[in-house]
């Protein structure tokens, strides 16, 4: 079956970058396109970022110009680089694929 495991959230002051990764099996990687959403208590979750399978990209305007999405297909592996962090950046960041999600990284950004 299809699973997406996140990894490399954590606590950052405000200003400073992380990277979070999600890696997929069960699934022809390369021809699925992929999102990064997150959540923050209380509120709906929200869309982030999204990568095609031809490497278009796409982002909320929240975080244009802050956060980046790659992939690499020959790891199975979608990157969500954030930096210039926001305290209101806190929130899970799940990926999906295909409908699939993942558990979920938790981000909390201080101030």
């Known amino acids: 079956q299809v699973q997406l495991v996140e990894s490399g959230g954590g606590l950052v002051q405000a200003g400073g970058s992380l990277r979070l990764s999600c890696v997929a099996s069960?699934?022809?990687?390369?021809?699925?396109?992929l999102g990064w959403y997150r959540q923050a208590p209380g509120k709906e979750r929200e869309y982030v970022a999204g990568?095609?399978?031809?490497?278009?990209?796409y982002y909320a305007d929240s975080v244009k110009g802050r956060f980046t999405i790659s992939r690499d297909n020959a790891k199975n592996t979608v990157y969500l680089q954030m930096n210039s962090l926001k305290p209101e950046d806190t929130a899970v960041y799940s990926c999906?694929?295909?409908?699939?999600w993942g558990q979920g990284t938790q981000v909390t950004v201080s101030s």
């Open positions: 069960g699934l022809t990687f390369a021809l699925y396109t």
């Open positions: 990568i095609g399978s031809g490497g278009s990209t």
């Open positions: 999906e694929a295909g409908g699939n």
